[in-house]
């Protein structure tokens, strides 16, 4: 049973920064490709960022390029979201996703999820 447990979210004011992450149960890590997701009251959970198995290669959704950046640490198992000049707009439960495939943009396309992890920020 593989397990995703994130942590690092909070309440942060307009311009600042939060780092969320997700450290995964198991011994198999780096056959996963990572991402996260968010997902905001009424509104439908978004992709956000992916990052490749080995760290090579990194996507990220237009609303978050040049202020978010996604990373991994295959050796403890955790994948990491810095969050910088963070906006009203990024206020969602951010979650933590796992596939075996070697794409992952689409929720549907995700084999495991964290619980989430609330990010609240305030104008």
């Known amino acids: 049973q593989v397990q995703l447990v994130e942590s690092g979210g909070g309440l942060v004011q307009a311009g600042g920064f939060l780092r969320l992450s997700c450290t995964v149960s198991g011994r198999t890590f780096g056959r996963y490709t990572m991402g996260w997701f968010r997902q905001a009251p009424g509104k439908e959970r978004e992709f956000v960022s992916v990052?490749?198995?080995?760290?090579?290669?990194?996507y990220y959704a237009d609303s978050v390029k040049g202020r978010f950046t996604i990373s991994r640490d295959n050796a403890n198992n955790t994948v990491f979201l810095q969050m910088n000049s963070l906006k009203p707009e990024d206020t969602a439960v951010y979650y933590c996703?796992?596939?075996?495939?070697?794409?992952?943009?689409?929720?549907?396309?995700?084999?495991?999820w964290g619980q989430g992890t609330q990010v609240t920020v305030s104008s």
């Open positions: 996703a796992a596939s075996t495939g070697n794409t992952m943009r689409r929720s549907s396309e995700s084999d495991y």
């Open positions: 990052i490749s198995k080995f760290g090579g290669s990194t």
